[in-house]
């Protein structure tokens, strides 16, 4: 689903995470559905006979609407947060609204891609997150995925600090989403993978995952990444173990579809000749839910050489500083294919976003 957000009054493109109109000044909420921007007043809206009101967590920055038969007051994706910082902990709550951005990005494209999203208050392994904060008085704080619970440190959504990880892991990326994407891949490989036959395939791609993760971790910190990690690696963190490489090409492929999601709703389109990869025009999508993984990187490796000409003619880094060799090219085809087999239908996705069952508030 899609397409350009807009004001509902004035009709001018507006960023996903918009409360108010920055051109008109209307009050505004997003309807994950259909999404669509209803102007809200009062904290709520009228739509074809149904209120819909504004989430409990909007001073927060939520800018999602729940409809009035939901079962609680905070959107789908508020509802996935199952701990968060001491009241008194400023500097982390301040960084709480930018990951809570970056979380909705990533409830909205799961939800778009289809995969069934089960929340931790509705069964136990189900998906949640606790955004905690190492600056916190006396909380250590361990980021990674642990049965269905991806944690995260909101001290490390401060910019100097990430800047520092990055730097000392030897990553060319490292933002809030993409960590987010990171962590959802360890939570979708247990969900997505449930037959044997699948997991055995997994296993020739990815490597087997029952192989000792302590041992693998202290062998990646000593030794580092081996010296041809990229050619069959998308990154040298996936070398470290079968479940970081799942996590990080899962990671890939929602930097893929999703900033292809974007390009065709701005409505982008390269001429034939425009990209050094291909000679016909490349015409994104908004879906690839329905093409092969072929089409999808094609479309890919022309549009992000296009994105990186427009970054360094600002002088910044390459937006995707990533080669796709065959091997991961194989590896991003498994993950097409195990995300697009789980597709839910319009029906059941509107009732998982819109009405889950279960009370998180105990
Ligand atoms: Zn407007
Ligand atoms: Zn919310």
Known sequence: MSTTPRCPSCRRFVYLDTLVCPACGTEMGLQVIERVFEAVHAGRTVVDGVTWFTCSERDWGCNWLVREDAPAGRCSSCRLTRR??????TIALEKLATVE????????QIGDLGPPIEGWYQKPGGLGFDLLSSRS???KVTIGHANGIITTDLAESLDDVREAVRVKLGEPYRTVLGHLRHEAGHYFQNVL??????????RELFGDE???YRDALNRHYEFGAPQNWSDAFI???????PWEDFAETFAHYLHIVGTLQTAAAIGIHLEAGASTLRDTDVEPREDYGDQSVGRTLSDW??????FNRVNRSMGLADLYPFTITPPVQRKLA??????TRARLTTAEQVELALAPQGDERN
């Open 301 to 306: 490796a022309a549009l992000s050489q296009a």
């Open 334 to 339: 498994f993950i097409h294919e195990i995300i």
């Open 101 to 108: 951005e970056a979380k909705r990005r990533l409830v909205l």
């Open 84 to 89: 968060r910082p001491d009241a008194d902990d």
């Open 235 to 241: 990154s040298e963190y996936a070398t470290m173990h």
């Open 210 to 212: 029952r192989e000792s």
């Open 137 to 139: 008085d006396g909380e």
């Open 193 to 202: 993978i449930t037959d044997d036959a699948t997991w055995s395939r997994c």
